[in-house]
C-alpha cells in the first residue's frame, strides 16, 4: 500500500486498541480494490475523546470507528446521529460530510446481515431470547425489533439491568411483546421452548468458559448466535452442537458491521469474503 499526498484516512479510535482486527480487515480490502484509503488504529484515552474528534474535522479525515470506551461518549461531540443510533444510544461509526460529523451504529445491522447472509434468518415472526443486557445487546435488541421480531426475552445475571432495558424499548415497539427473566436453568426452561434464536451478547467464553445454558429443551430447529469472535468456537458453539443445534460465532457480526461502515466511507460495496478470511486467517494463527 502506497501512501500519498491524495490518501484518504479512516481508522479506529478506542482505548486499549492493539487488539482490533479492523485495520487488518479494512487495509486488505483497500488493497484489494485498489482504493487510495488507510485505515488506522489510534489509542484515544477517554479524556482526550473530544479533542480526537475535533482532529477528524481538522485533519480532514474521511472517517472513523469508534469501540470501547467510547461508543456513547462520542455522541456529545457529533452534529448530528442517524435513528438507529439515537435508539441504541452508542455510536460506532463517524462519517465526516465537510466538516459536519454524523453518527451511525452499524453494528445492529450487521448482526442482521449476519444471519440472513450468513444463516437464511429472518426475525420476522421469530422469537428470540438474548443473554446478556449491556452495550452490544442493545444494539441487537434495536435491529431485530426494527427488522419485525414479534417477541423478544432478555435475561441476565444481574436481573433488574434486563428489566429496565426491556421497559426503555417496550413504548418505543408497541408490537413487540417483550419480557425480562433471571439467569435461572429453572425459570429460562419454561420459555426455550418456543425459542427460535439465542443470542449471547456477554463476554463470557472468551476465556474459556461458559453460561451451562439447558440447551436440549430448545426445538431442533432453533439457531445459538454467539457474538464472541475468538476464539472462533466458544463452549457455547460446542454445547449446542452436542445437543444437534445450529450455532455461529460473532465473525459474521464483526465482518457485516465493517462493510456497512466501508460503504459508508467509501460507496463502494465490500468483499465480505475476503474480509471474513481475511480475519478467519488471522484469528487461527
Not at 75 to 95: C, K, Q, S, Y
Not at 98 to 109: A, I, K, P, R, Y
Given at each position: ?36 484509503y ?36 462520542v ?21 465526516n ?19 440472513k447472509?450468513?444463516l ?97 429443551y ?34 459474521g457480526?464483526l ?31
Open positions: 500500500m502506497e501512501i500519498d499526498a491524495d490518501t484518504k484516512i479512516t481508522g479506529i479510535l478506542g482505548h486499549p486498541i492493539h487488539h482490533s482486527l479492523s485495520p487488518l480487515m479494512h487495509n486488505t480490502v483497500f488493497k484489494h480494490l485498489g482504493l487510495n488507510v485505515y488506522l488504529p489510534f489509542d484515544v484515552k477517554p479524556e482526550d475523546l473530544k479533542c480526537a474528534i475535533n482532529a477528524i474535522r481538522c485533519m480532514n479525515i474521511v472517517g472513523v470507528n469508534l469501540t470501547i470506551p467510547h461508543k456513547e461518549k455522541i456529545a461531540h457529533l452534529d448530528r446521529i442517524d435513528t438507529e443510533a439515537e435508539l441504541i444510544g452508542a455510536v460506532n461509526t463517524i462519517e460530510i465537510d466538516s459536519e460529523l454524523v453518527g451511525f451504529n452499524t453494528d445492529g445491522q450487521g448482526f442482521l446481515e449476519s444471519l447472509n450468513d437464511g434468518f429472518s426475525p420476522k415472526g421469530k422469537s428470540i431470547l438474548i443473554v446478556g443486557a449491556g452495550g452490544a445487546a442493545r444494539g441487537i435488541l434495536v435491529s431485530l425489533a426494527l427488522g419485525g421480531a414479534p417477541k423478544i426475552s432478555v435475561t441476565n445475571r444481574t436481573y433488574n439491568r434486563a428489566e429496565k432495558l426491556i421497559e426503555e424499548f417496550s413504548d418505543r415497539f408497541p408490537s413487540v411483546k417483550f419480557s425480562a427473566l433471571p439467569l435461572d436453568n429453572n425459570t429460562l426452561k419454561n420459555c426455550l421452548g418456543d425459542t427460535d434464536l439465542l443470542i449471547n451478547t456477554t463476554s463470557v467464553g472468551m476465556n474459556g468458559d461458559s453460561l451451562r445454558l439447558p440447551l436440549s430448545l426445538p431442533k430447529s432453533a439457531i445459538i448466535y454467539d457474538i464472541v469472535y475468538n476464539p472462533l468456537k466458544t463452549p457455547l458453539l460446542r454445547e449446542a452442537e452436542e445437543a444437534g443445534l445450529t450455532a455461529h460465532n460473532g465473525l457480526m465482518v457485516f458491521q465493517g462493510a456497512l461502515s466501508f460503504k459508508i466511507w467509501t460507496d463502494v460495496d465490500a468483499p465480505v469474503k475476503l474480509m471474513k478470511e481475511t480475519l478467519a486467517k488471522r484469528l487461527f494463527l
